[in-house]
């Protein structure tokens, strides 16, 4: 029997990206709008929020253990939400293979999880995968109205959605078109985060850089206006922005990056792939020369920039040569950090079905490759760092007593040890690098 009472808390789990994580944040103020509080660490909740991702096939098959788990030894099953692309690419799929599950809710649908716990505890279960973004944004309660704190590092979802079709993405599917949210809302909503308590915003999007809006004069803007209006904001200190596409780069962001003290010296701009044949199969519609003369000139309008990017290995039909290029490109770039992946076949995209799928031992020995290049980059990056004096924004406790973590403008983690406190900006000089991190020593703390 499924539960049939109106759920007293909740817990919401996130997968998969940022905008994930920003998604399952704004469940949590909506559930408590509700009267549904968090279930304390440890304790079982009556309500459970499976937020997940459809990227790669691990991520997605992830789902149906985890709702496994969720069965108690009686036999019965909280209330079961799965949120997320897996919810939007899969949600006949799951109900029909997970009968624990009540609950299926689109990203673009979530606004409505309130209704839908009433129709699910009166006995129904309820799939909403509709996709109407700017719905969902006006319909959900505005940030921290309950009085809750923003972590000194928060997350604002600018844009949504993404029209590239890449062949081997399932992003485009389970978040639809690119929408971008309105400029006064996000004003609005950096406020209220930087009223809570964040020091930093990352603005988030599948494609950020193609956020456009209009200001308050009615100009139309691109992402480095709506940056520079941020970076007015008195107590907001650090500005980032992520995932960056390298066709949507404009001049006006690359000089934002000269230009505004508050955006952070850091670039992630996946690449996926060194070979231009490759890329054109992947359909990116950037060759890897517009991709190196996009950095050099972010480079040139902030020499210290960090860079980051993701890359896919044995994508159908890449050969030991086009995987060549892929480290020919690393080696030219000397990323601070990146993300690799296997290729993934995924449902419903155009790679999954091409010929020269590539077998997953050349796979596996390419990834190793590649990931030793990266690290190799990234310990020296760590290494270069040290030495430097810089502002740390400090995020949580280290692992070790008396211990901080915090991240330096370039991205990295810094550990040090000493009396702050959560959310204090501090000047370090880092003393130490390695692969992971950065040790560091603090010379002042710096007036909130
Ligand atoms: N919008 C961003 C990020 C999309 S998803 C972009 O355009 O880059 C994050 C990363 O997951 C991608 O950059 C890609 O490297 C990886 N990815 C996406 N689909 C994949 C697949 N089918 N198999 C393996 N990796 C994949
Ligand atoms: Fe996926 Fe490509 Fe869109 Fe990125 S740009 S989300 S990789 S389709
Ligand atoms: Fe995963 Fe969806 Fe993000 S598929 S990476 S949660 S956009």
Redesign the pocket.
């Known amino acids: 029997m499924p539960p049939t009472q109106i759920p007293q808390t909740y817990r919401v789990k996130s997968f998969g990206?940022q905008m994930n994580v920003y998604d399952g944040e704004r469940m949590a103020e909506l559930l408590a709008e509700q009267g549904i509080t968090a279930a304390p660490d440890g304790a079982e909740a009556d309500l459970v929020v499976l937020n997940t991702c459809h990227?790669?096939e691990k991520a997605a098959e992830k789902v149906y253990s985890d709702i496994g788990r969720l069965r108690r030894a009686d036999g019965s099953s909280p209330l079961i939400a799965v949120a997320g692309c897996v919810a939007q690419a899969e949600g006949d799929e799951i109900m029909k293979r997970a009968p624990a599950v009540q609950m299926v809710v689109g990203p673009q649908a979530y606004h409505r999880l309130p209704e839908m716990i009433r129709e699910a505890t009166g006995g129904k279960r309820v799939t909403d995968t509709d996709m109407p973004a700017q719905t969902k944004f006006g319909a959900l309660p505005a940030r921290n109205r309950d009085g809750r704190r923003s972590a000194p590092a928060a997350f604002l979802t600018v844009q949504e959605g993404?029209d590239?079709f890449?062949t081997?993405?399932?992003?485009p599917y389970t978040r639809g078109a690119e929408v971008s949210r309105p400029h006064a809302e996000l004003i609005d909503e950096a406020k209220r985060l930087v009223d809570a308590g964040a020091r930093e915003i990352s603005l988030l999007g599948?494609?950020v850089n193609a956020w456009t809006g209009e200001d308050a004069r009615g100009r139309t803007i691109g992402l480095d206006g709506l940056i520079r209006e941020l970076a007015e904001i008195p107590e907001l200190a650090r500005i980032r922005y992520t995932?960056s596409?390298p066709n949507d780069f404009t001049e006006g962001l690359i000089a934002a990056h000269g230009e505004v003290d508050k955006l952070m010296p850091f670039l992630h701009l996946?690449v996926?792939a060194g070979s231009d044949r490759v890329l054109k199969a992947m359909n990116r519609s950037h060759t890897a020369e517009s991709y190196l003369k996009v950095l050099e000139k972010v480079r040139a309008a902030r020499p210290d920039i960090a860079l980051s990017g993701?890359?896919?290995v044995g994508f159908p039909g890449e050969s030991d040569a086009e995987f060549e290029d892929t480290l020919a490109l690393v080696d030219t770039v000397r990323y601070a950090q990146c993300?690799s992946?296997?290729?993934?076949?995924?449902p419903g995209?155009p790679a999954a079905t091409m010929d020269g799928q590539v077998p997953a031992e050349v796979m596996t020995e390419r990834i190793m490759r590649l990931q030793a290049a990266l690290g190799r980059d990234q310990t020296a990056f760590n290494k270069a760092s040290v030495g430097k004096t810089c502002q740390v924004l400090v995020e949580r406790k280290g692992k070790l007593p008396g211990q901080w973590l915090g991240k330096s403008p370039w991205l990295q983690s810094v550990y040090f040890e000493d009396d702050v406190a959560v959310g204090d900006m501090v000047t370090v000089e880092l003393t130490e690098g390695g692969y992971n991190a950065v040790s560091a020593r603090l010379l002042s703390p710096v007036a909130a």
């Open positions: 990206c990227i790669r993404c590239k890449c081997y993405c399932v992003v599948q494609n995932t596409h996946p996926q993701d890359f896919i993300f992946f296997k290729y993934s076949p995924r995209t």
